[in-house]
C-alpha cells in the first residue's frame, strides 16, 4: 500500500501553490495524497483573511487528528496541530514578509508561534539557503533546502521558439528592448522599475499576474504556455521587489529562457541571482544598465541555463521521493 500523506489543496498560481502541486504530481505514484481545503484562496478581501481561513479550517484540523498517515503543510494552521501531529509533519517554509500580514495585529503574533512549533517537526523544507539560515537563527535546525524546480522539456520547447515571432504575436516593437519586471502586484518592484524606465527611448515594461497595482507597460495575464512564450519574447528581465520572497519562480523561468538579467539581491531571490552570477539593478541609471544586459553574450545565458537545468522535475522527485519516503516510512 501507498503510504498516506496528507496536505492542502495545491491549487492557485503563486509560487508556493506551484511548488505543492509539483510535489504531488511527481510523487503521486509512490504516494497516497489527500487534501483539505485551502480557505484563505477563496477570500476577494484580503483585511483579516487569515484568520477566518483558520477558523474555517478549523473542523478539518480537528478531523485529521487521528488519520493515519504523515502531514505535508505549508500553512500557519499548522498551529492547530497537536505535538503529536506535528512530530508526522513535514513543513514546507516558502518564505516570511510582514509587509504581506493581511491579519493585524493578531499575524506578527501568529508567526512568532509558528517559529517556535517548527522545532516539533519532523522535518523542515526551505526553497532556498537564505531562508534555512533564516530559520537556523531563530533555533529550527531540522532543516534541508529542496530548491523549486522545473520541467526542462517544457522550457527548452519554448527557448526553441523564433523570439522574433514571439515578439509579433504579443505585439511587442522588434526594434526595442522589451523589459520583463515580474507580475504586477504589491511590494514584487514592478512599478519602481517602471518609473526607472518611464520615457526611455527603446526601453518598455512587459508584465504579467493579475495586475493589482496597475501596471503602466504592456501587461499581460495569460495561461502558462503562452506565459512562457511572453517570456521568451523578452529581452532583459529586471527583479526589483521590495518583499522578501522564496526563490522567485519567475526570475529563474526568465533565465531558463534566456533572459540576461538584474536581480536585486534579497532573501532567497539573492541565492538565486548568487548562483547565476547576475548583477544587482542600480535605480539610478537602470537605463544603461538594461542596455547592456541586452547586449550580453549568448554563451552567458548558456552558462546560466546549465546552473538551472540542475533543478529538474528528475532532482526535485528525488530530493522529495527520499524525504517523504523516509518519514512515512515503518
Known sequence: MKPVIHSMEPQGRTGGRVYLRMIHETTADQIDWRTVPDFKRSYTVRPGRKVRHLARLAPHIRDLKHEPGTFLWDDLSILLFTPEMRARTVFIFHHYEPLQFDSR????????????????????????????????????????VIYNAFDLAEIDKVHAMDSAECKAQFDLPEDEISVYAGKAVHWKGTDTVAAAIENEPGLHLVTTGSNTIGSPGHHYDLPRPQYLQLLRACDVGVFAPRMKEGWSRCAAEALLLGLPCLIRPIAGLGDLANLTQQPVPDLRQLPQQIRDRADAPPGESKTVYETLARFDTTYFRDAWSRLLTEVAGP
Open 105 to 144: 495585529p493578531l499575524e506578527p503574533l501568529l508567526w512568532r508561534r509558528l517559529f517556535a512549533v517548527l522545532t516539533q517537526c519532523r522535518a523542515v523544507v526551505c526553497v532556498a539557503p537564505s531562508w534555512a539560515a533564516f530559520l537556523r537563527a531563530r533555533g529550527v535546525h531540522n532543516v534541508q
